[in-house]
């Protein structure tokens, strides 16, 4: 962030009180991040917000889905974002699909429409597991993955 940009921000809030709590807010956020990944992630967010290319409440939104999820959540995650949709989840996956559907990242294609939660058949052998409809991301999961390289690391 540049020093104009930084000085801007600090303008447009114009109040100290608001100023202090919002440095103590992502102070707090930055204290509780669990590793490289979601302090990197947190100063995107930070980023974003400063140079309004996002508001506070999305701050605030993707802040918290980025603390609670875990790094390897990630990994599905890209998967979605690059291909748009996925069907197939591997066994370890599944936890974490769950976990992206929690913080509102992703979401069944029809769930919307019939209120259905997420269910998996097996397929074979293999431990992989077939969505009846594929998963999609959400809004927040579109502008979380905005934020998120993927064009690298798709299938690790």
């Not at 769950?98 to 259905?116: A, C, F, P």
């Amino acid at each position: 962030i540049s020093k104009t940009d930084l000085d801007n921000h600090r303008k447009k809030i114009n109040d100290d009180k608001k100023l202090y709590e919002e440095y103590e807010y992502v102070i707090r956020l930055i204290d509780l991040a669990s590793d490289k990944f979601h302090a990197e992630m947190l100063a995107k967010f930070y980023r974003a917000y400063i140079l309004e290319e996002i508001n506070w409440n999305q701050f605030i939104e993707l802040s918290e889905a980025n603390r609670q999820m875990f790094s390897f959540d990630c990994k599905f995650l890209k998967r979605v974002g690059y291909f748009k949709r996925e069907k197939t989840i591997a066994e370890d996956e599944e936890s974490s699909v769950n976990r992206l559907y929690s913080l509102g990242l992703v979401i069944d294609e029809r769930s919307h429409r019939n209120n259905k939660q997420l269910t998996y058949s097996v397929i074979g052998e293999e431990e992989m597991f077939c969505k009846q409809d594929a998963v999609v991301l959400t809004k927040l999961g579109n502008l979380f993955c905005k934020y998120l390289d993927i064009s690298i690391n798709i299938v690790q």
